[in-house]
């Protein structure tokens, strides 16, 4: 029998902290969070400013200039560009200096994502060696596989790629078909089997793949979905052709195909029938870099935006003065800003609970994925948010584009259709919605979080006279409607699973409401505790607090109209009148001149001629 070392290594155990003085994750939402408790841009250390403003010094110096080379598919064009950002440290931010990174820290990292993530095809390259192709082997490999494999990553020698996806299997990646089996010699698994959709496939060296393991003589217990790592030139490996795609065009996408391919024992990754492990954790991480990195997508269509608009006039004048464009503008900063202000909020609580585990004397690949782990609920939020920012606002630059924004010859076509894939990257934004509601659920069920206290006390809120609120403080108005919110929340929430029990993950339409009510209160937060925390460091925030409560303002009927539609199938006649009006009172806003807030918000970019806030 095979010595079992070389092929199985320990299992990482996700760690939590019952001390632990960082909020837990989902528990903002029965929480009122403090200014002092988020971090901002504005916050960013004088390194942090430095890693930015060489990131997008990289950008606009080895990227922008080469998009069209890039979109022609150069052979060895998108490699040489990764090697070049890998001399510079950027594919290593978060790596050990033991393995060749330069081991920044989590905040760090996001801003790499976010410069670097705005450039369509080369950012779909670089996010994903730096992400699922690299991050599974630094985080559940061997300290030999680790040696072996991530200072070459690290450098940008070799670049890696991620083979999960099937063509029968998508959302539901554990239905993958492809198998491993033991060889006779017990020197091998063999695979075989298909993958698609596969970025940086044409050209990567190293691939973490994903199989059934199966067969006679295993260990036992010894099977199921298992990660593999996989070399280019391995026997029986082959790459597809490319992919003729939307967008992403100079990306490298192809099919996989193994047959009876020979990979070394040595090269199982975590432990045999644990891939799912791997494959969940790291999905976490994509999708919290996904958010950084819209952060990014959304300046850059705004900057081209505005420069198109105030350079275009029509009937004798700039269309920058016309307010229908000033609303589009507004719109596209607003979506920005307050996606970034959710981003860097999330970022620091996965970063502070990585060092409380890290100062626990926990190994830096247990305590970064139980950080990730932590607030997997918030990384889906910022995937959902963002992703659909990044589509959205690029919609409303071509637009501002008129028929110009349908010519290839403007950028802002290009990266409409180079974005529109990051709804379906990182598991779609269906089974993201899903999953943010059945994640909240089995914490409240196994303790983690206290929903059905709070539930119960909403539910008692109803049946009582609202209290008169003599909070005269700054923002109390704003604080006072997140909490409403929130209600609003527990009360549907509550409601559906009073109603459904068991089959509530029947009822996809209601979970998809709740969760949309979800992302927009915590999104809205985000955007209050930044402009508080921003009125107190500084006194120009006017233009930051018009933003921030022109979103509150569209949030709040968002809310309501989920509410409202989630609990028309939920409950009926008395029941349903009596939860409605509920809903009504945590949802009632005062009146706000949303108009002359956009108009300042874009008066504010147009004078400056950039995205300024």
Known sequence: MYPKKTFISKQITVKTISTSTTLKGGHWLIHESASDEVFITEDFSEEQKMVFDMSSHFMKMEVFPLHERIDDNEPGLLPSLLLKAGNQGLLGITVPEKYGGVEKDFITSAIASECMGCAGSFSAAFITHTGIGSLPILYFGTEEQRQKYIPKLASGEWIGAYGLTEPNSGSDALGAKTTATLSEDEKYFILNGQKCWITNGGFADVYTVFAKVTGKNLPQGKSGFTAFIVERGYEGFIRGEEEDKMGLKGSSTVQLFFQDCKVPVENVLGEIGRGHIIAFDILNIGRYKMGASTVGIAKRAIKLSLDYAIAREQFNTSISNFGAIKHKLAEMAIAAWVCESAVYRVGKWISNFEDELRNAGEAFNVAFLSAAEEFAIECAIVKVFGSETSEEVPNEGIQIHGGNGFSNKYLINKIYRDNRVNEIFEGTNEINRLLIVDMLIKRAMKGRLDLITAANSVGKELMSIPEIDNDDSSFAREKKYIAGFKKAIL?????????????????????????????????????????????????????????????????????????VEALNRIAQDDELTMMLAGIKRFTKIAPFNSIAARRRIAEKMIAEKNYCF
Do not use: C, H, W
């Open 491 to 563: 009360l549907v929430a509550g409601a559906a699973i009073q109603k459904f029990a068991n089959n509530l993950p029947a009822e996809q339409e209601v979970i998809m409401n709740i969760s949309n009510m979800i992302i927009n209160t915590f999104i809205a937060e985000s955007a209050l505790l930044r402009v508080m925390k921003l009125t107190e460091i500084s006194a120009d925030a006017e233009v930051q607090t018009d933003i921030m409560r022109t979103f509150l303002y569209t949030a709040a009927g968002k809310i309501n109209s989920a509410a």
